[in-house]
């Protein structure tokens, strides 16, 4: 396609069939944050506790954290277009539930206390799905485009992510001012049928495995082996995963626009968006302007500022220094997304491209979920503002370690 043909990091999108895969993205990760969003927003009013927002990320934690290997071995394979598509669709059915128990008729029906129990099983319902579709959406990459231009694909991907992301968060808040938590709920689930439309039009893709005799655990340890070997590989996840789980602060914005910033829910979306906001940033400037070189020392510095950044939101009770520490936050992030979603691209055969990814999974996605749950028994345990900088100095220290542990990574430059 001309239109895209002057601009070489756009170069994957030449391909009419990646086109329509971002789009499908961008509508599914949109609704995917809008979802969490507005479940973690309506629990807080709901309950008045952080700690519960914890519980929904520990709901969604769990079937991640038990299926993601096995998610792999399925992977592999399976025609991943078709897997991801009936992922989208059972998503869509999760979403349809929300809009149910949240309509005025039904939802008068439980009490505060029955109410998130419900929001809970959605939850877990998801977390199975995404267990499937987060590893299936970065293995379907490399069939749509040439090997040649997959960093290239991978970033692109990656900035629809964001794009997405921040306009799931902060819509979110000015959807529920405008419209209430039911019809948020209503136009989420536009979008995941839109979503699931783009995909339709994706020819289905051949069968990669070169082990399709081979039992599901064996399959397993294969792809377990090779992230385990590659020390690269093994140590940017690990540095990621502990950042996140005790870095996150996501499950505590709730909490801190309500009562430390005493902001309303457009601010709340905002402050929620301001973390992907940095991290798209980061993301255009680096596709613009590539890092060529010590990318691997780079990224510890990166986390590094991110612990930095987490401690000042902790300290801070005025809005605008909070959104700016989560915004570098954010760019930050950026960084770390980059460099590892180029090393898993470029180093994994396609014939394990799906168990891989559920390992990425397995470190990276449930982290999110555990570290939300930590982040809320953390400020019931410590108090909000204490858990944050506790985070804050855990993730810094995480980072010295991991500086002195993995000298394969700090040198590693592509």
């Known amino acids: 396609m001309k239109l895209f043909a002057g601009s070489p990091g756009l170069q994957p999108l030449q391909h009419?069939?990646?086109?329509?895969?971002?789009?499908?993205?961008?509508?599914?990760?949109?609704?995917?944050r809008m979802l969490g969003t507005v479940a973690a927003y309506q629990l807080f009013q709901i309950t008045k506790d952080s700690?519960?927002?914890?519980?929904?990320?520990?709901?969604?934690?769990?079937?991640?954290?038990?299926?993601?290997?096995?998610?792999?071995?399925?992977?592999?394979?399976?025609?991943?277009?078709?897997?991801?598509?009936?992922?989208?669709?059972?998503?869509?059915a999760c979403t349809l539930a929300m809009v149910i128990i949240t309509s005025p008729s039904v939802i008068d029906v439980f009490t505060s206390k029955t109410l998130p129990w419900l929001f809970y099983a959605i939850i877990f319902c998801t977390g199975i799905i995404r267990a499937f579709a987060g590893p299936?959406?970065?293995?379907?990459?490399?069939?749509?485009?040439?090997?040649?231009?997959?960093?290239?694909?991978?970033?692109?991907?990656?900035?629809?992510?964001?794009?997405?992301?921040?306009?799931?968060?902060?819509?979110?808040?000015?959807?529920?001012?405008?419209?209430?938590?039911n019809k948020t709920y209503?136009?989420?689930?536009?979008?995941?049928?839109?979503?699931?439309?783009?995909?339709?039009?994706?020819?289905?893709?051949?069968?990669?495995?070169?082990s399709m005799d081979v039992s599901a655990w064996q399959s397993v340890r294969e792809g377990l082996r090779f992230v385990y070997q590659n020390k690269i590989m093994l140590g940017a996840l690990s540095l990621d995963l502990f950042a996140v789980l005790f870095g996150g602060v996501?499950?505590?914005?709730?909490?801190?626009?309500?009562?430390?910033?005493?902001?309303?829910?457009i601010g709340f979306g905002w402050l929620n968006a301001a973390i992907d906001i940095g991290s798209i940033i980061t993301?255009?400037?680096?596709?613009?302007?590539p890092m060529k070189r010590k990318q691997g020392e780079r990224l510890f510095y990166a986390v590094g500022g991110f612990g930095v950044c987490v401690i000042l939101f902790g300290f801070s009770d005025i809005y605008w220094i909070s959104f700016g520490a989560l915004l570098i936050a954010g760019m930050f992030d950026g960084v770390s997304v980059v460099i590892r979603g180029t090393i898993l691209q470029l180093t994994t055969p396609d014939h394990m491209r799906g168990r891989v990814s559920s390992v990425n999974s397995l470190f990276i996605n449930s982290s999110n979920e555990l570290g939300?749950?930590?982040?809320?028994?953390?400020?019931?345990?410590?108090g909000t503002v204490p858990s944050v900088i506790f985070g804050g100095c855990v993730t810094l220290i995480v980072v010295v370690i991991t500086w002195f542990r993995s000298p394969s990574l700090r040198k590693f430059e592509y």
């Open 136 to 181: 299936t959406t970065h293995a379907l990459i490399a069939q749509l485009v040439p090997r040649d231009i997959l960093p290239l694909a991978a970033n692109i991907s990656s900035s629809t992510w964001l794009i997405a992301s921040i306009t799931g968060h902060a819509s979110s808040g000015f959807l529920i001012a405008w419209f209430g938590v």
């Open 186 to 210: 209503g136009i989420i689930l536009i979008y995941v049928l839109i979503s699931a439309f783009f995909l339709m039009r994706i020819e289905r893709k051949p069968i990669l495995s070169k």
């Open 250 to 265: 996501v499950a505590l914005v709730p909490e801190f626009a309500d009562r430390i910033l005493e902001v309303g829910p």
């Open 16 to 32: 009419i069939e990646f086109r329509r895969f971002i789009i499908a993205r961008f509508f599914l990760i949109m609704a995917l």
């Open 283 to 289: 993301i255009v400037l680096m596709t613009l302007r």
């Open 372 to 382: 939300q749950f930590e982040s809320g028994f953390a400020a019931r345990a410590l």
């Open 51 to 92: 700690f519960s927002i914890g519980l929904a990320g520990l709901a969604e934690f769990i079937p991640v954290f038990c299926l993601a290997l096995y998610a792999g071995h399925v992977i592999d394979r399976s025609d991943k277009r078709t897997l991801l598509l009936r992922s989208v669709l059972i998503y869509a």
